[in-house]
């Protein structure tokens, strides 16, 4: 899951395994039947580790069209409150909320999406009764809650440009910084470095399509900002541990 964002919340659950997630400045780590809520506009990455989970996007201005609604969720709405926190198995209340939001959605029987959406207002409900949220502290913001505006511009730049020939000053001057600064910045928000993030994002683009088109690898390598082959090849085996021909074969069975 590369470093991104939007305007949506996002609801995830664990099935099996481990996901690592960063969430703008800090770390968590989700197991099997365990789950998380990301607030909308939060910048977030994850690395699964041997593991199967689910997620669902959604936009919470529906749930405060109705009477009352809006004020029950003012905190969340007006960002006093955050919710990235991991709702746990002891957490038995939420956990069941989240596991019946998810069954409503794969089932899809009869009625599902308004179950669906009931449960929204469900594990909302929970999160505000039960406090499963942390206040914001009121200190002056670190550098970089400061700059994540210039942040998120970068990562959008990246997913317009990613197919040209791009360098870190580049980059840098479209986040405003040095490169040295952007460089420890970067690296800071996301775990990787500029030009590490920028072939791993390409080579999910090529993954895409090596299973959704018919192209020869070698098209799909010039598309994705790769121009020699030998290296698109190197550079895919490190990131997905097989060269792009096997893992069309072997993923698109």
């Known amino acids: 899951m590369m470093c991104h964002w939007h305007v949506e919340y996002e609801l995830i659950r664990v099935i099996k395994g481990e996901l690592h ?3 703008e400045e ?3 780590v989700l197991s099997a039947g365990e789950s998380i809520m990301i607030h909308g506009g939060t910048l977030h990455s994850g690395e699964p580790r041997d593991c199967v989970y689910e ?14 609604c809006r004020e029950q969720l003012a905190p969340i709405l007006e960002n006093n409150v955050g919710l990235s926190r991991v709702y746990k198995k002891e957490d038995t209340a939420i956990c069941e909320a989240v596991n019946d939001f998810f069954t409503a959605i794969s089932e899809e029987k ?5 179950a669906a959406f009931s449960g929204l207002y469900r594990i909302f409900s929970i999160i505000i009764e039960k406090e499963l949220y942390f206040e914001h502290t009121k200190e002056k913001p670190t550098i970089e809650s400061r700059y994540i505006k210039r942040f998120k511009n970068v990562l959008t730049w990246l997913e317009e440009h990613y197919r040209e020939n791009i360098t870190l000053d580049e980059l840098a001057d479209v986040a405003g910084f040095s490169p040295k600064y952007f460089c420890r910045l970067f690296s800071k ?26 192209k020869p690898i070698i098209d799909i390598a010039a ?17 997905k541990n097989v060269p792009p021909g096997q893992y069309r074969k072997r993923i698109g069975e």
């Open 21 to 23: 997630l960063r969430i």
């Open 26 to 28: 800090s770390d968590f």
């Open 55 to 68: 997620c669902s996007v959604f936009s919470i201005n529906p749930l405060v069209r109705i009477a009352g």
């Open 110 to 114: 009869n009625g599902y999406k308004l």
């Open 189 to 214: 928000m996301t775990g990787r470095s500029p030009i590490d993030y920028l072939n791993c994002y390409r080579i999910d683009r090529a993954s895409e399509m090596l299973l959704s088109t018919d």
């Open 223 to 239: 598309e994705c900002g790769f121009y020699d082959l030998s290296y698109f090849v190197k550079v895919f085996k490190k990131y």
